[in-house]
């Protein structure tokens, strides 16, 4: 009879994981009743994110000129079946144009709840969410503009006066 050997089993070990904070900033958004529309993240420092949004924002009525042709109900769905292809492909534009303007890959979520050629107020949904997506992301922007000003100005603090100093050096995007 054969000799059979015990094998040691492997021990588990712990994942080590830290905390870096990125600069990340969580953008909330909820219906005037307070309940959750969708949580976007961006990057404040991320300064070509406004040159981004400026190109969706002139791209928009292109992206959803195909739904002009097709008759869509209040709640943002077809009303012909063969009309909810074009429907789709317009919504599938529509997220990964947000996925990018955002650098995210979760923008379908912002439309779980309603869709987003649902009108309100005579306009898309989609609409009203990018508007004020971008109030929010210009404000969280702002503050992040002020706080590396702050940081900057300390370094500064102690050249002479009549030292030139460019303040804007370096900055390569548009603060528009």
């Not at 909330?28 to 969708?38: A, M, Q, R, S, W």
């Not at 109900?73 to 429907?87: H, P, R």
């Not at 898309?124 to 990018?130: P, Q, S, T, Y």
Request: with cysteine; hydrophobic share 40%.
């Amino acid at each position: 009879m054969a000799k059979v050997k015990k094998l040691k089993t492997a021990q588990t070990t712990e994942v080590l994981q830290g905390v870096v904070d990125d600069g990340t900033k969580e953008i909330t958004l909820v219906n005037k009743y307070g309940e959750l529309i969708c949580k976007v993240h961006i990057r404040p420092s991320d300064l070509s994110i406004i040159d981004r949004y400026k190109d969706f924002e002139k791209d928009f009525d292109k992206i959803v000129e195909p739904l002009k042709s097709l008759d869509i109900k209040n709640d943002g769905t077809a009303l012909f079946e063969k009309d909810w292809k074009i429907l789709k492909s317009v919504e599938t534009t529509l997220v990964q144009r947000i996925n990018n303007l955002f650098d995210i890959d979760n923008a379908a979520e912002i439309f779980a709840k309603r869709n987003p050629f649902s009108s309100v107020g005579g306009e898309f949904f989609c609409a009203k969410v990018l508007h004020a997506l971008e109030d929010l992301a210009v404000r969280a922007i702002n503050e992040e503009a002020q706080l590396s000003n702050e940081r900057t100005a300390k370094y500064l603090s102690d050249l002479p006066e009549n030292s030139e100093v460019i303040t804007d050096a370096g900055d390569t995007a548009d603060n528009a």
